[in-house]
Structures are given as structure tokens and as C-alpha cells.
């Protein structure tokens, strides 16, 4: 998705709307999903992406569908009928509370994927180095220490689409900064180990390269998944002719769940044939399912419904998608995935990929209280931005310098409040060596 724009205000939920639907709701807790070789699993059971993305107002009106009760419960609804797992927001404020649509949707069944990034706090692709700093990571962190509290958070995106073409490649090391950021942060903040990755761009230059990238290194810097942008399956045609059948081969040894971030090409009329092999045992050994784009229509012929006030109209995507879903469930048993996730070989420079070195940008030094302190009250979806503000890295980071130094995700006390498990972190004052480190033996530098 090309996702960047405009910014419009949300609605707070009050504490006594949250109250109230803690009572109006029979609650179910979800069990959290968790990595276990190259798939995601619910206890011992196969879990595969069946999903959507979600963001009503598009681009152009940026609003956080997961603030307001009645827009996310008005929505939630279309979803149980879609058969969904999972929906994808590409943007939410930070600043409000989330308790009473996370709980409608753990009620539903339906995880959250989340990506921490909002149009004026991201990654430039344009100047990677200055954009990588302590501002950033701070509203970045303040999204994790919002919604981290949810079972049904399945994964954060680090990032969307940073690198579109072969001349942005040089923005890869500040991405997997991030996403190495994120996953000691959870680990140092005491949450429990939510899958952290990358969202790629349908770009078949450098995709295989991409996913290599995030996947190599030390433990501390490898992903925990890797996802990328899919269009090239369109109606009418087949697990062949789409090339799909390449992509399974391309991507057989690869040592990480993988999915679909974003399918459904729209060049002729859409019937989603690529259901069927996406659930097939053809392709879920390698593929851990995906999300389609779009649910609302924002102006470009993705949408499954069009919005009007509180009207939600069903369009001919919705029914076509719904059948589609219907007919395919997923494998028996484990769908013959790895059960060793290996790191891959860092991809060497070539004319399709710039970077030449694998050392990544060490954390800001002003950013290393946020890991000892909390990162503090995000910023929402307005703010000044923060791509040329704060302190950017000054050096690179030694490997292993990402590698939690002080873990209590197991220890971590949970309460329950609006019908879904709300984990409280355990907080540390004690410095975080490895943050120390990092910055200290750092020479100057998503």
C-alpha cells in the first residue's frame, strides 16, 4: 500500500464507554500466536493469516479506526461474516485508548496487526540516516507500550514499503534498526515476545534480497517474520501463471514465517482464485497465509465495501472474497512447515542492492532511556514530525549489541480489563548494559 497523507482527528473512547462494555460482552480471551520455526502457531496449532486491511479514510483522511467503538464494531461485523483471523491498521493514535475495539475484536476471534509508523513519524527513504533518531523511537515505543498490552496483537511492522526500487536499498539498515529497536524493547520493558518484521513492496528486483537481509546476522538482528506486497496474481489465472509457483521455490529454504502483507490485484475483474492456493499445501510449507486490500473503498478499486456515514455496502469484491474464503479451508495438521528456523546469508551489493556492509546504525544515545524509563505518551496521529528532529545515531552498532540484557516477559502480571488479557510490564531501573554498549563502542553512522 502506498500509505502517506494527510492527518484528521480521532475520536477518545471514555473510561465509561470502556466500563460499560465490559459488561455488555461476553468475553473470550485469545490465545497469543507465537514463531515457531518458519510458521506462526496457537498453542500447537497451525495458525495461518486469514485477513484484511483496514484503514476507512485511506491516505487522504488518515484516521485511527480502532479509537472509535462504533466504527470498529460496525466493521467487526463484516468481518465474522468474511471468516477473518486477523485485519491489518496501518496507522493509530498512540494517545488515546484502544481497550474497548481490542476487545470486540478478541470477542470476534480477529487479531491485530500493527504497523508503528504514522505518515509524519517514519522512516525517510530519502535520508534514512537523519529520520533514524530519538524522536521517532520514542512515538514508535509509545505505540508498542499501548497496544503490547493485548493478546491479540499478533505482529508490528517495522515498516511498509521503505524500499520500492533498487536505488532506496541504502534505507534497509535503519528498517531492520528499527525492528531490531523494537524486539529488545518488548524484551527489556517485560512484554511478552510479539513477532516483529518488515512489510516489503511488490518489487521483484530486490524482494528476495530484502527478505535475506532481514533474516541474516545475529540473533538480535534477524526478524521475526518477513511479509511483502503481492500483486501479480490477476484474475483469471493460476498458481502458474501468476509465477506463485516461483515464489514458493524462490523462497523454500527460508527460515522465517512468511505471508502476504497485501494481495489482490485489481487489473480485471477480482474473483480471489488465489485463496485457493494460498490455503492449498501447494504453498503453505513456505506461506503462513495473507491479507487483502483493501476493506473500505478509498478511490482506487480495492475496497470490498464502500462506507457512507454508517451505511457499509457490500460491493461485488465482498462477495466474490467471502466465496472465496468459504470454499478453501486451511490443511490438516501442520501444513509441512520448518520447524528450524536458519538465518539466511546477507544478500552481497549488487546493481538491485546497494548496501555493502552489515552493520546496522547503533541506537541514538538520547533514545536509550526509553528502555530504562518507558518511552512515555505518544504523540497521536498529529505532532510536528519527526523525520529532521532529535539526535540520530552517531555510529554503528557491534552485533549482538541488540540482545535483551534483562528479561521478565514470563513474569510479567496480567490483569483483565474490556474482555481481553491486558499484560502490565515489569519495570526496570536498572541500566540496560547492551544499550550502553551499543551507543559506547559505536563510531558515527530507516
Given amino acids: 500500500m502506498k500509505f502517506a497523507g494527510l492527518v ?21 480471551e485469545l490465545q497469543a500466536v507465537t514463531v515457531k520455526g518458519n510458521a506462526f502457531f496457537v498453542g500447537d496449532k497451525r495458525f495461518y493469516v ?19 467503538s462504533k466504527i470498529c464494531k460496525r466493521d467487526i461485523a463484516k468481518f465474522k461474516d468474511l471468516g477473518l483471523n486477523t485485519i491489518r491498521v496501518y496507522s493509530v493514535d ?40 530519538d524522536v521517532y523511537l520514542q512515538n514508535v515505543f509509545a505505540t508498542v ?6 493478546d491479540n496483537v499478533l505482529a508490528y511492522f517495522s515498516g511498509n514499503e ?12 535503519f528498517v531492520k534498526a528499527v525492528t531490531r529497536d523494537i524486539r529488545q524493547y518488548l524484551g527489556t520493558r517485560g512484554y511478552r515476545k ?19 537481509y532481514m533474516n541474516c546476522g545475529t540473533d538480535d538482528e534477524r526478524s521475526d517474520f518477513f511479509a511483502f506486497n503481492d500483486y501479480s496474481w490477476c484474475d483469471p489465472s493460476d498458481f502458474k501463471k501468476s509465477g506463485w509457483d516461483q515464489k514458493v521455490k524462490n523462497f523454500t529454504d527460508y527460515g522465517l514465517p512468511l505471508f502476504l502483507s497485501e494481495y489482490g490485484c485489481n487489473t480485471n475483474k477480482r474473483q480471489f482464485g488465489e485463496v485457493a492456493s494460498l490455503y492449498s499445501s501447494s504453498m503453505t510449507a513456505v506461506f503462513s497465509g495473507g491479507l487483502v486490500y483493501e476493506y473500505s473503498e478509498e478511490g482506487s478499486d480495492y475496497g470490498v465495501v464502500k462506507i457512507n456515514g454508517d451505511d457499509v455496502e457490500e460491493l461485488e469484491d465482498y462477495k466474490a472474497l467471502k466465496s472465496a ?19 539466511s546469508t546477507c544478500p552481497r551489493k549488487s546493481a538491485n542492492w ?38 540520530p545515531s552517531s555510529g554503528n552498532a557491534p552485533p549482538g549489541s541488540g540482545a535483551v540484557t534483562t528479561t521478565a516477559a514470563g513474569a510479567s502480571p496480567t490483569k483483565k480489563s474490556a474482555g481481553v488479557t491486558i499484560r502490565v510490564p515489569a519495570f526496570f531501573t536498572a541500566p540496560l548494559v547492551g544499550a550502553l554498549i551499543m551507543v559506547v563502542l559505536g563510531v558515527s553512522q530507516l
Fill in 354 to 391: 546497494e548496501v555493502d556492509d552489515t552493520a546496522l546504525p547503533a541506537l541514538p544515545a538520547n533514545a536509550r532511556k526509553y528502555y530504562e524509563q518507558g518511552a512515555g505518551t505518544g504523540v497521536g496521529l498529529g505532532g510536528p514530525g519527526s523525520q529532521e528532529a532529535g539526535e
Fill in 50 to 68: 486469514r485477513g484484511i486491511d483496514y484503514q476507512p479514510g485511506g491516505a487522504s483522511n488518515v484516521k485511527d479506526p480502532l479509537a472509535d
Fill in 94 to 133: 498512540n494517545s488515546v485508548n484502544h481497550d474497548e475495539c481490542m476487545s470486540a475484536l478478541a470477542d470476534a476471534g480477529i487479531y491485530l496487526m500493527l504497523d508503528v509508523n504514522t505518515p509524519l513519524y517514519s522512516i525517510n527513504r530519502a535520508n534514512p540516516r537523519r529520520s533514524y533518531n
Fill in 194 to 212: 510479539i513477532p516483529v518484521g518488515y512489510s516489503a513492496a511488490d518489487v521483484s528486483e530486490n524482494r528476495k534480497e530484502m527478505a535475506d
Fill in 325 to 343: 474464503f468459504d470454499k478453501q479451508d486451511n490443511p490438516s495438521g501442520d501444513g509441512g512447515y520448518k520447524r528450524e528456523g536458519r538465518s
Fill in 8 to 28: 484528521a482527528s480521532t475520536v477518545a473512547l471514555s473510561a465509561a464507554s470502556v466500563c460499560a462494555s465490559s459488561v455488555q460482552h461476553v468475553k473470550r
Fill in 162 to 173: 521503505v524500499i520500492n526500487d533498487a536505488g532506496t536499498t541504502q534505507a534497509a539498515p
Fill in 145 to 150: 507500550d499501548m497496544f503490547s498490552k493485548y
